[in-house]
């Protein structure tokens, strides 16, 4: 699935120009059209403001059926995830962000190295 031929589905079936569409999000018109065009990959969080300005639930930019999707509970174990608690959350922001500013080369040696710990150490590669 286009996410970009989505969002202009959804725009168009709600009558709302790219012009409505900037006016909502506060995002570019040219923006909006490189994204429609698959020029383009917007975050989640941008994501989210398309869901906001076309009056939709953030799902409906992925799901193609009439019908709601059902909902999945998903149970909670006694032991938090990691990344749960604020001290966590914020390491883990903080990682994710080095993250996304190394290339592929950089990525994949520190992939690499994490492996080699992990033999060491014995921990099993799912």
């Known amino acids: 699935m286009k996410i970009g031929c989505k969002i202009r589905e ?3 079936k709600k ?18 059209s490189r994204v429609e065009n698959a020029l383009t990959t917007p975050s ?5 403001k398309y869901a906001l300005a076309l009056e939709i639930p ?3 930019l992925f799901y193609d059926g009439d019908v709601p999707a059902s909902v999945i509970r998903v149970s909670v ?5 990691f990344g749960s608690t604020g001290k966590e959350r914020s390491e883990l922001k ?4 080095a993250l996304s500013k190394m290339d592929d080369f950089d990525r994949s040696l520190l992939v690499w190295i994490a492996q080699k710990f992990a033999d060491r150490n014995g921990i099993r590669r799912e």
Do not use: C, M
């Open 77 to 81: 174990k006694a032991e938090p995830y």
């Open 58 to 60: 953030l799902y409906r």
């Open 44 to 48: 989640v969080d941008t994501l989210e």
């Open 94 to 97: 903080g990682f994710a962000t």
């Open 15 to 32: 009558k709302f120009t790219q012009g409505d569409i900037e006016k909502r999000t506060g995002l570019k018109r040219s923006y909006t």
């Open 10 to 12: 959804l725009r168009t």
